[in-house]
């Protein structure tokens, strides 16, 4: 999930948030603003509610940081390196650099989410019951209680990819000793879910509200999607054992020196050559970036002569510049971000390459060696 609005640091984690963020936190608004309070504390000013609403709607968002959080710290005290959180639509993304090593551990990294989310509403519950002060302040605190009850509770179904889905991977992992059967396990378990929510949806729809029933088929279209998705990765990523990322990278491609003009190195290299990306790399053969077909026909013909390939060069992140001898498994851990999925270095110097095309092509092969 890729960061709209980046909030900063926590703990030494990047905090950022997808622009679907925005639409949530102002339907929140709008609901509270509009009905909810109105509806419990009649006769106040219609500037307290909105103030009441937006105040409410940040405070929500913040719990759901809190929720991600807790699953983040979690996971770096017990070994697994947090890479960023992302709030989103519908909830919030702990990016994590590999996964625990035990079932304990990814137990309590799973776990601790819901409690989090749970303990939120308890505090919320208890200053709404006991606190003095105006009925819609309380009335705020109780919907925030509410929903992060609904939170834990809904994140606790047993079903990937929700942390009840990851919880029920790890007691399958304990008690059968075999990963890849839990993995399974807690995919179709997720699946499952997802078709029922989305059933559920279609009764709500027929018989009762239909916008509660759309937004229960969106979540469960989604949680089935998902947990297709995760089967579908983990599948490939048994059926790459073994496999190297010189077994997949394009080697030895026609690379672009980033001193040369658009113009001589179309004529010279880009015309004879059967690629349609070229990575960009220094005198020394160190990696500089990638370019495309695309980029260099954008370039005017008046300015080709003059403009160098080092300044249309797209960057590859440092993640995504990987040695010919590491497993290709880690490919999947890097999504591709436009046509290039990765470089591949040895030296210093650029050795291969790993296309998008080259993945894709990679993942169906690593399928078919699951299902062969």
């Given amino acids: 999930m890729k960061q709209s609005l980046r909030l900063g640091r926590v703990a030494g984690i990047p905090v950022g948030a997808h622009w679907s963020v925005l639409v949530i936190a102002a339907l929140i608004a709008a609901s509270l603003g ?17 103030t009441l609403a937006v105040v409410t709607s940040v405070l929500f968002l913040a ?7 807790a699953h983040a710290l979690v996971a770096r005290w017990r ?10 639509l519908f909830g919030g993304i702990t990016q994590m650099e590999g996964e625990a090593r035990t079932p ?6 799973s776990v601790v989410g819901p409690l989090t989310s749970l303990a939120v509403a308890g505090l919320a ?38 942390d009840g889905g990851r919880v029920l991977h790890a007691v399958l992992w304990w008690r059968r000793g075999d990963r890849v059967s839990a993995d399974r396990a807690a995919a179709r378990a997720g699946q499952g879910l997802g078709l029922l929510l989305i059933a ?14 759309l937004w229960l088929m969106i979540i469960g279209w989604f949680l089935a999607g998902a947990a297709g998705t995760e089967m579908a990765a983990r599948s490939a990523r048994e059926g790459l054992g073994g496999v190297r990322i010189r077994d997949v990278m394009t080697p030895l491609p026609d690379a672009a020196p ?20 070229f990575p960009v790399v220094a005198f020394d053969g160190a990696p500089v970036g990638y370019v495309t077909l695309e980029t260099l026909a954008a370039v005017p013909p008046a300015q ?34 436009g046509p290039m999925a990765a470089l591949v270095t040895e030296g210093g110097r650029v050795v291969g390459m790993v296309t998008a095309q080259d993945l894709s092509r990679m993942v169906r092969l690593a399928l078919l060696r699951r299902t062969g």
């Fill in 104 to 109: 304990r551990g990814e137990l309590e990294i």
């Fill in 258 to 277: 980033a001193w040369l003009e658009v113009e001589e190195f179309v004529s010279g290299v880009a015309s004879r050559s059967h690629q349609s990306v």
């Fill in 79 to 88: 070994g697994v390196p947090v890479k960023s959180i992302t709030l989103w």
């Fill in 200 to 213: 559920l949806g279609v009764a709500e729809v027929l018989f009762t509200s239909w916008a509660g029933g």
């Fill in 304 to 337: 080709r002569a003059t403009t160098r390939l080092d300044r249309l060069a797209r960057p590859v992140p440092p993640e995504r510049i990987l040695g010919p001898d590491e497993e290709a498994a880690k490919l999947l851990e890097r999504p591709a971000i």
């Fill in 63 to 69: 719990s759901l940081l809190a929720h991600e959080l």
């Fill in 125 to 162: 519950f208890l200053m709404a019951a006991f606190m003095p002060g105006p009925r819609v302040v309380l009335s705020a605190l109780m919907w925030l209680s509410l929903m992060n009850l609904l939170l834990g509770v809904f994140n606790m179904l047993p079903g990937a990819p929700l």
């Fill in 34 to 50: 509009g009905a909810v309070l109105p509806g419990a504390a009649p006769g106040q000013a219609p500037g307290l509610y909105w």
